[in-house]
């Protein structure tokens, strides 16, 4: 059939020059479409529509529809490989114009081109359509204008011939158009340089066909004639096109030994070779393989693909090209492979019996510097023969030399630099230079094998940081990082030569002590690490403390470099665990605790989930007059074989694991359940106050104001009947962080606390503008207050503060009369304690306010010793051992003692 533009002008690419986008291109080619079919239209109206045309008979139509399909596929297929379409579409047009009336051959022809396209996309398949219409159309125009009546006559061959040429040059001219719009002409495409011999292709074509319609209709003499100029035409073709081929491969082989010479990097110069060398074999795949100047080394590899493929400069495995490279070294010589083989030849190649590879050796003055390869399918690229092998050679002799030059060398030490590089990145920390984990490991493990079944052979200290992570939160990172490059100098500097310090990552550091050190030897190194991370480090004139815990573990016959390092963290956290600043030594028992405590994590998040946690209230007491005004909720874990499990054994565990969150929301719900509850049944006055003990991680989250609110609403509790208690380490995260929370609490309503004032971070300038109100004193501030220590000084602070700025306090822990009157008399708002009740199950206050609410109601109003408020009465709150009947304590109620339903 004929050639449409679509086989010759690919479709833009990242490589091809381009001013236009994809539906840019896509709108041009539907409007140059429908001008090509317009002009079709035309041509035929004028021409053809008005002739008279007879023709032949002897050809089915259905014989021609299989003929025109076949020569369509064969055009898009067939490529040779000098970039010349040498197809049979010039015949299959020529025995058209011979059986089949114009209008059928245009008609057919153009729908071949639009079957065979139907994949591409819509305006690529209707371009081919108009460009096979306008085409065909002036091949029947030339035709019926110049051929005479009588089909056999000299004049009616030449107008065959000159119909197809005709055709040719409008195919041409279409390209061209195409090619100016869309940008996307080869650099093989166009030019009396490729038209010519096309040109004289088709013309053999044509004849060919003509030889075969007229044989035995026409004299011996007329088809001798023909016969003779399609075979000069076919002959004049190959011979142009073989010299035109060699002429260029030479050009090709010596530019590209001038582009590696003239390359700064060799990296750039093998892939520019290797994608003009794909150009110019119009195959998918080239690539280069380096052999090493050294026994031993890798091979390296540079390979180019199609939809960009790319790998530079890479190590190749040695086993996959081995053959091929000893093959091709051996023979000197280059070799076609085919199917299977080619994935031995080209990596990454296709798998496909249809591959066709050439390989090639790139020869070096005194031995064979690599291979070169090309490859591709017999099917979508060029046909690749065992001619195209000669010009793979040339161009691989050139390119050899230009390598050998000095460019392989120089590339080639750049890569063993690199991969000296690498392999320092691959196996020490990037930040502080020191060994990585996974090379601290690995020396571990040889010193076990060195010192085999001796225990204490080998040890390792594990060093921890104390607290740095307020560091980051507080500084920032970049000076995060500087302070763990000045303690990772520190260690190295405490260290025996033989000693090995890693990081880990993060502020974890480590430290290999080979050689059966002594006992004392190694607690010398324990000591002096620790003595040298004391000294402050000082960064940008700002001062920062540190200190650190280790953990020491020796080895035994049993012992794995793991094991080691998990029995050195084990002991490092019993470290922290004791108090921090400090070392200890691995002992078995550890391991037990360590486990002890993995049970304990899986056994909270069950009982989390399956509600197995439990409130208590302790009774909040007013100092002055001793009446209950709220109580505090305290969360105790009722576990099914240890029983009770008091909080400072299993609110740590929660905070360390992050269940902290998910238990502090559980207690946030069912505390304002309880309460909403006690304010309907007991409608004091005012009500009784609920405080709830929230976390620094659950305080950050900016879900917990919308969290109170759903609770607070769902159970019909006033805000300001909620107090929460936050301790100091939230100012930790920075003021801007805590900001937005506190804003939206203080929006809701409830009120906040600060618990244990005083044992902890904070701001004195901060504290008046956080909208805080209550302050409470530690337990240790009370226990202390009769005495003259820093802490009984504190505890009359914290008073003397919150009386300053308007804030009220609590005394946590009073156990006894006398600290509760000391408290009373330094101004002290409200206390609580085991003197006023211990924390108790919801149904002990229940039956406490039932008992006070019955025997109010036998009381008389008048009460001269507590004054009276409209119509309200008291209610004495509850005390420890049945002494505090005799404590004025009273809860006002709003009317007379009732049980409210």
């Not at 004639?225 to 004049?236: D, H, I, P, S």
């Not at 019996?353 to 060029?382: C, H, K, Y």
């Not at 008992?851 to 209610?875: D, F, N, Q, Y």
Request: with cysteine.
């Amino acid at each position: 059939m004929i050639e449409t533009p679509d086989a010759t002008i690919p479709p833009p690419s990242a490589n091809t020059p381009d001013s236009h986008g994809p539906a840019t291109h896509g709108t041009l080619l539907w409007v140059v479409s429908a001008f090509v079919a317009a002009i079709a239209f035309v041509l035929y109206v004028v021409f053809v529509g008005s002739a008279e045309t007879a023709p032949l008979d002897g050809l089915p139509l259905w014989a021609f529809v299989v003929i025109a399909l076949a020569g369509e596929q064969i055009s898009l297929h067939f490529r040779h490989r000098g970039g010349i379409a040498l197809t049979p579409s010039a015949a299959v047009l020529a025995l058209g114009l011979l059986y089949l009336s114009p209008g059928a051959l245009i008609l057919l022809l153009a729908a071949a081109a639009s079957l065979t396209r139907i994949t591409r996309t819509p305006a690529r398949a209707a371009m081919a359509t108009a460009s096979a219409l306008v085409q065909v159309t002036v091949a029947t125009a030339v035709y019926a204008v110049v051929r005479l009546s009588d089909p056999f006559a000299y004049q009616s061959v030449l107008a065959l011939i000159l119909a197809v040429a005709a055709a040719h040059a409008t195919r041409a001219g279409v390209g061209a158009i195409l090619a100016r719009l869309i940008g996307g002409r080869r650099e093989d495409d166009g030019g009396v340089d490729t038209v010519l011999p096309t040109l004289l292709a088709s013309l053999g074509w044509a004849g060919a066909a003509v030889v075969l319609a007229f044989a035995g209709e026409t004299s011996t003499r007329m088809t001798v004639f023909v016969g003779v100029l399609t075979l000069l035409a076919t002959a004049l073709t190959w011979a142009y096109v073989g010299e035109r081929y060699r002429r260029r491969g030479l050009e090709f082989a010596q530019g590209m030994a001038r582009a590696v010479l003239g390359a700064a990097q060799t990296e750039a110069a093998l892939v520019t070779m290797l994608e003009r060398t794909r150009s110019t074999f119009h195959c998918s795949y080239a690539e280069i393989v380096l052999l090493p100047t050294e026994d031993g080394e890798q091979l390296i590899r540079t390979t180019v693909g199609p939809d960009g493929q790319r790998e530079v400069m890479v190590p190749a495995s040695r086993e996959s090209l081995a053959d091929v490279v000893a093959a091709v070294s051996s023979q000197e010589r280059g070799t076609l492979v085919a199917g299977e083989e080619v994935r031995g030849v080209i990596h990454g190649a296709a798998e496909s019996d249809q591959m066709v590879a050439l390989v090639a050796p790139l020869p070096g003055e005194s031995r064979v510097l690599g291979t070169i390869a090309i490859a591709g399918s017999n099917q979508t690229d060029g046909a690749l023969e065992a001619a195209d092998v000669e010009l793979l050679e040339a161009l691989a002799t050139h390119v050899g030399a230009a390598l050998e030059y000095g460019q392989v060398e120089r590339s080639l030490a750049q890569l063993g630099e690199l991969e000296r590089k690498l392999a320092h990145q691959a196996y020490h920390d990037s930040l502080t230079g020191l060994a990585n984990r996974t090379l601290f490991l690995d020396l571990l493990e040889r010193a076990l094998l060195r010192n085999g079944a001796q225990d204490g052979g080998v040890v390792v200290l594990f060093v921890d940081l104390d607290d740095f992570k307020s560091i980051n939160d507080s500084f920032g990172h970049p000076v995060g990082d500087a302070v763990l490059v000045e303690v990772g100098e520190r260690i190295r500097k405490c260290l025996r030569g033989a000693d090995t310090p890693a990081r880990l990552g993060g502020d974890e550091f480590a430290v290999l002590i080979d050689g059966a050190p002594q006992l004392r030897g190694v607690i010398s190194v324990a000591e002096r690490v620790l003595r040298g991370l004391t000294p402050p480090i000082v960064h940008e004139g700002r001062e920062l403390v540190l200190h650190g815990s280790v953990g020491i573990a020796f080895s035994d016959s049993s012992s794995t470099a793991e094991a080691l390092l998990r029995d050195a963290d084990i002991a490092m956290y019993r470290a922290k665990a004791a108090g921090k600043g400090r070392f200890e030594i691995f002992e078995e028992s550890m391991h037990a605790d360590v486990r002890r405590q993995m049970d304990m994590r899986t056994d909270l998040a069950r009982a989390i989930q399956q509600e197995e946690l439990v409130l208590h209230y302790q009774p909040l007491v007013e100092l002055e007059s001793a009446r209950m005004v709220g109580v505090e909720a305290l969360v105790r874990w009722q576990h099914p074989d240890r029983g009770m499990i008091p909080p400072g054994e299993f609110i740590p565990l929660a905070e360390e694991t992050g269940l902290i969150t998910a238990l502090g929301s559980w207690v946030i719900t069912n505390a304002c359940k309880q309460a909403g509850d006690w304010h309907v049944r007991y409608p004091f006055d005012p009500p009784l106050s609920m405080n709830l003990n929230v976390a620094a991680s659950q305080f950050r989250k900016h879900e917990l104001a919308e969290e109170l609110r759903i609770a607070l609403e769902a159970n019909g509790v006033r805000p300001s009947t909620v107090t929460l208690e936050i301790t100091e380490s939230v100012f930790k995260e920075g003021w801007s962080r805590i900001l937005g929370v506190f804003e939206e609490l203080q929006e809701l309503g409830v009120r906040l606390a600060i618990d244990d004032f005083g044992t902890g971070y904070s701001s004195l300038t901060r504290l008046q503008e956080m909208p805080v109100e209550v302050l409470k004193i530690p337990k240790p501030f009370v226990d202390d207050l009769a005495g003259v220590s820093g802490k009984a000084t504190l505890a009359r602070t914290v008073v003397r503060i919150g009386d300053t700025i308007g804030m009220k306090t609590v005394a946590e822990g009073i156990e006894t009369v006398e600290k509760w009157h000391q408290l009373r008399h330094l101004g002290c708002d409200y206390g609580q304690g085991y003197l006023f009740g211990k924390p108790v199950e919801p149904c002990v206050l229940d039956a406490h306010f039932e008992r006070c609410i019955a025997a109010l109601a036998k009381r008389p109003r008048a009460r001269p010793e507590v004054p009276a408020s409209g119509s309200a009465t008291v209610l004495p709150a509850p005390g420890r051992g049945g002494r505090g009947s005799d404590w004025p304590r009273e809860v006002r109620l709003t009317a007379p003692p009732r049980r409210v339903a």
